[in-house]
């Protein structure tokens, strides 16, 4: 199955100077995978560990954290360091041992290390502590991704193109690739649902496989919970029930009554640690108390960043959705198109908000392009939030809106129609 993400591996490790690669992503989303398809791609020799069940290796970390990276790799495998330095290493969702002591403190770049991680905590520490490194992450499949999976990369091609050009897409293409992207919300983003589909050519039994998948995450998650299963449980229950209100605000009474922030903050940091979760931020006008940005939205490509925005992180208002939109219980109609088209925008990298102004008017989606704050009209059914969208230009001075919907492409000036299924591809406008 190809993915998008071999081409970015590729740009990371060729990248002079940038020695260690970390890829990180949630569980299940084709981390080991990818690294290992292109490692294998592109040297003759490597050297893996599974850092999670390899317990000699573990054991070794633990009696040896005064060592720096290279003398630990040396004697783990009884191979010299200058040997070492000639073939890439691998190191499969190592824990906080390896970040410990002196491992990292005599890194120079000589190995050639990939680092994959599913905590986004450990690849932020990895990232501020090691200079010359590369973050990748690897989120849920988005449109684009999902059109490269299943051979018709011509499509994406296409989409990338008509939207550089600001072209109406020949009619009879738009045509199948609005059935495609309805295709593309039945089996989600998540590789081995893909594979599924790849290989049966029908979406017949995908339902049965995302639970079954689904389950098998939420196992892994309450198992490895800083708090409790049921906290955990509840976080993630809370995050689907808010979906079936008109504010999507995430609301720590929505897990229970009674339940306070100092109670649950931790375990919603934790699920947005492990990309489970993303965080959508509320956009407020300079001057007022702040939202801060989640470094949750850091997807696919290369991320070199990591860095504080300088944006007020106390304040409370945001939206929580899943990573991909195959862990939802059930379809929930224009709240799946919305989180479908979150996921899409974020996964290339895009800075999204939602806003509201407190008097009625309120926009799921605004994005950060060319440095202006640009609302998202998404339309279902033919409807619009057009009264909003004008009450966020008088607020921030713009003219420019971009409509969602399943119209083809239509450039009207500072008005742009854009299929929904090309959402990931807004920031080729």
Request: glycine share 6%; aromatic share 10%; net charge negative.
């Amino acid at each position: 199955m190809n993915r998008k993400i071999t081409n970015q591996l590729k740009k990371a490790d060729k990248e002079d100077g940038k020695r260690l690669i970390i890829v990180n992503g949630m569980k299940c989303v084709g981390k080991t995978y990818s690294v290992l398809d292109y490692v294998k791609s592109e040297y003759e020799e490597y050297l893996y560990i599974d850092a999670t069940h390899d317990e000699n290796f573990k054991e070794y970390i633990k009696k040896n954290a005064g060592c720096g990276i290279k003398e630990l790799l040396s004697g783990f495998f009884k191979i010299e360091e200058e040997y070492l330095v000639n073939i890439p290493i691998i190191l499969d969702e190592p824990d906080v041992n390896l970040l410990e002591g002196k491992v990292f403190e005599d890194y120079d770049g000589r190995l050639k290390l990939f680092i994959i991680s599913s905590d986004r905590d450990i690849a932020e520490t990895l990232f501020n502590r090691v200079s010359i490194t590369q973050v990748v992450h690897l989120a849920p499949m988005n449109f684009g991704d999902f059109l490269v999976a299943t051979g018709k990369e011509w499509y994406d091609e296409v989409i990338t193109g008509h939207l550089m050009s600001r072209r109406k897409l020949p009619e009879m293409i738009h045509e199948e690739l609005l059935d495609l992207y309805d295709l593309y919300l039945q089996t989600g983003g998540m590789p081995e649902i893909v594979d599924e589909y790849i290989r049966m050519g029908s979406t017949e039994n995908i339902r049965e496989r995302q639970k079954t998948l689904k389950n098998a995450l939420w196992m892994y998650l309450y198992e490895n919970s800083i708090d409790s299963e049921a906290k955990t449980k509840g976080v993630l229950e809370a995050v689907e029930k808010i979906l079936e209100k008109d504010n999507h605000k995430f609301m720590y009474s929505a897990i229970r009554d009674g339940v306070t922030k100092k109670l649950y903050a931790p375990t919603v940091e934790q699920l947005k640690a492990s990309n489970v979760i993303f965080s959508i931020p509320r956009l407020v006008p300079d001057g007022a108390k702040t939202t801060g940005i989640d470094t949750s939205y850091k997807t696919a490509g290369i991320d070199t960043s990591f860095k504080p925005t300088g944006i007020d992180t106390s304040y409370d208002d945001f939206r929580l959705y899943y990573s991909d939109i195959s862990l939802y219980e059930r379809p929930y109609g224009l709240k799946i198109t919305e989180s479908a088209i979150l996921q899409n925008i974020i996964s290339t990298g895009m800075k999204a908000y939602y806003w509201e102004s407190g008097t009625g008017a309120e926009l799921s989606c605004v994005i950060e392009f060319d440095g202006q704050h640009i609302p998202v009209d998404i339309h279902t059914n033919g409807k619009g939030k057009g009264r909003s969208v004008s009450a966020f230009q008088k607020i921030y001075s713009t003219d420019k809106t971009i409509k969602l919907s399943e119209e083809n492409c239509r450039f009207d000036g500072n008005t742009v129609n854009i299929p929904v299924y090309a959402a990931y591809g807004l920031k080729n406008l």
